[in-house]
């Protein structure tokens, strides 16, 4: 029998889904856009270390500000997402004002961000165990971690390989963040129905 929820846990938990919901469609287009970037990506047979750096730049600063976005509807730890919203803006403003950045600095900065973010999305998707869904948010991170290792383990790795991986990554972060959309329009009513079932 689950315990009951307390009333600050009740109170937290009216906030955030609240404006989960009021944010559904904001995820959803980050969501498309990040898929859809992902396989343009990936659809690239000839790429250029320039080119590499301008698609890492660009997906980094758009991450960069859905992170700052997402941070709004956070209560707990909402500094944090911030902060990883700073970092990887201003990750993606390094690869736009240092053109001549070697493919080794620009896979170990691909490399740790997918590891920071992985961490934090494993951390939040565990503190949100009591969430529909709270398992696609843990996927997502263990997944960040692992193409973390790969690119941080061989910075000096081909294009095409750092390529592809940056490819997947933006899919599954953006079909992850499809689902997470969809789940969150119908936030509030489901957290009603968790906090009648909880404390019946």
Not at 149 to 169: A, E, Q, Y
Request: avoid cysteine.
């Amino acid at each position: 029998m689950p315990s009951l929820l307390t009333a600050d846990e009740i109170a937290v938990g009216d906030v955030v889904t609240d404006r989960m919901q009021k944010l559904w469609a904001w995820y959803l287009a980050g969501g498309i856009l990040s898929v859809i970037f992902g396989f343009v990506v990936i659809s690239y047979k000839h790429v250029s270390v320039n080119v590499l750096i301008y698609f890492a730049s660009a997906y980094f600063i758009a991450v960069g500000l859905f992170l700052l976005v997402g941070s709004l509807g956070m209560l707990k730890q909402r500094w944090l997402l911030a902060v990883m919203g700073v970092l990887w803006i201003a990750a993606g403003v390094i690869g736009f004002v240092w053109p001549h950045i070697t493919i080794y600095v620009i896979a170990l900065l691909i490399g740790w961000s997918f590891l920071v973010f992985g961490v934090v999305d494993i951390v939040h998707s565990l503190e949100r165990r009591h969430l529909p869904y709270w398992w696609v948010q843990l996927i997502r991170g263990v997944a960040s971690v692992v193409i973390a290792f790969l690119v941080i383990r061989h910075p000096g790795g081909t294009l095409t390989g750092i390529v592809v991986l940056l490819g997947i990554w933006a899919i599954l972060f953006g079909v992850i963040e499809i689902v997470g959309a969809f789940s969150a329009r119908h936030a509030v009513r489901d957290w009603e129905s968790l906090k009648a079932q909880v404390n019946r």
